[in-house]
């Protein structure tokens, strides 16, 4: 199917409504394909269609937190990417929990779905739980990868996400420090600190790193209430400060705030401040937040379409596929 999509610029998702139901697509679309079978002498595997005809037009979305604003928009995304496609979300939260994880989708299991689209916990997953789960049903990973598990991932690149900014922040004022949980709960925070602290070095500055107590998703309450602290203990090693994501920078905005500091680029301004994610109110704080942005498009784009084309194939790809996406650099205000 992927070599018809290539040559008939056609879609993969589209061809795939069209072989598990011609009347699902639009007349102008049908006669497209059907012209395209024709001149390209395309026989679809009728088996593997007869096969996926028994499973229920249902697909499974687990994201590891759905309060969280980036996994909301991500969810979202992948919502309406499906129902586009002709098929049911279901969507389920695992309220960052590894049981819940689990428990998540063993009840997708009981609907038999045509498969799932999982944003896994990551590090506190249980791995054999989820690769057993993943070896029945087609799964592809998003956001975060969990090794040798699913058919497919697709993320961020934060070797070169999280590079950008530490670069952009060294090159324009003083060297970063990184403003993180000692225990943080979202899925990637390791991969920044360690690929912020590879960047410094390269630099040639020593990383600082600014580490926050507390646990669980209150990013916002834990960072205001840590960086207050730091202030008042004038504990800050430099005035550049690279949260590791910006639900953290939005908590350390209102303690600089709060503590008489003014953040911004400039004379007049005691300290930067700056992000990562480009949560969907980076551009509202005040001063509008400094990040990187995530690429949500492309990333639930090709989750679906990787899913949809396994689905409408019948066959599960002899090994797993993993793709990573470059962030943009977004200058606001803050740093």
């Given amino acids: ?37 024709e001149r390209y002498e395309y026989t679809p595997n009728v088996h593997a269609i007869n096969q996926n005809r028994h499973l229920t037009r249902n697909i499974g979305i687990v994201v590891p937190f759905l309060a969280d604003p ?12 499906c129902t586009s496609a002709g098929y049911n979300p279901i969507l389920l939260s695992s309220h960052g929990e590894p049981d819940r994880e689990i ?41 975060c990868d969990v090794e040798d598990v699913g058919d497919a991932m697709f993320g961020t690149n934060y070797v ?3 590079g950008v900014i530490v670069e952009y922040l060294s090159q324009t004022g003083e060297p970063p420090a990184l403003f993180e949980m000692r225990n943080a709960p979202n899925p990637n925070a390791n991969k920044r600190r ?6 410094m070095r390269r ?18 309450e834990i960072a205001h209430r840590e960086a207050t602290r730091m202030i008042e203990e004038r504990a800050l090693p430099t005035n550049t400060v690279l949260c590791s994501n910006d639900r953290l920078a939005i908590g350390f905005l209102a ?34 937040l ?45 740093a």
Avoid at 16 to 36: C, G, L, W
Avoid at 113 to 142: H, K
Avoid at 194 to 199: F, K
Wanted: hydrophobic content about 40%; overall charge negative; glycine content about 8%.
């Fill in 70 to 81: 980036f996994f909301a928009e991500m969810a979202r995304s992948l919502e309406m990417l």
């Fill in 203 to 220: 630099l040639g500055h020593e990383p600082m790193l600014l580490v926050a107590e507390g646990t669980g998703w209150a990013f916002e």
């Fill in 290 to 334: 400094t990040t990187v942005s995530q690429d949500y498009d492309r990333i639930t784009g090709r989750s679906l379409e990787k899913l949809l084309e396994i689905i409408a194939e019948g066959a599960r790809p002899e090994a797993k596929i993993s793709t990573l996406f470059d962030g943009t650099l977004v200058l606001r205000k803050s």
């Fill in 103 to 143: 428990a998540n989708l063993e009840s997708l299991r009981g609907i038999r779905p045509a498969g799932v689209l999982l944003g896994p916990i990551g590090r506190l997953s249980r791995r054999e739980a989820l690769d057993a789960f993943c070896r029945d049903v087609p799964t592809v990973l998003f956001d």
């Fill in 194 to 199: 360690a690929v912020y602290e590879d960047t």
């Fill in 160 to 162: 070169q996400s999280t």
């Fill in 255 to 288: 303690a600089a705030y709060e503590q008489g500091l003014r953040v911004g680029i400039g004379d007049g301004h005691a300290m930067r401040i700056a992000g990562h994610d480009d949560h969907p109110v980076a551009r509202f704080t005040c001063p509008a």
């Fill in 1 to 37: 199917m992927e070599e018809l999509a290539t040559v008939s610029g056609i879609s993969r998702p589209t061809l795939s409504k069209y072989f598990n139901d011609p009347t699902s697509v639009r007349q102008s679309t049908r006669v497209r394909i059907e012209a395209a079978l």
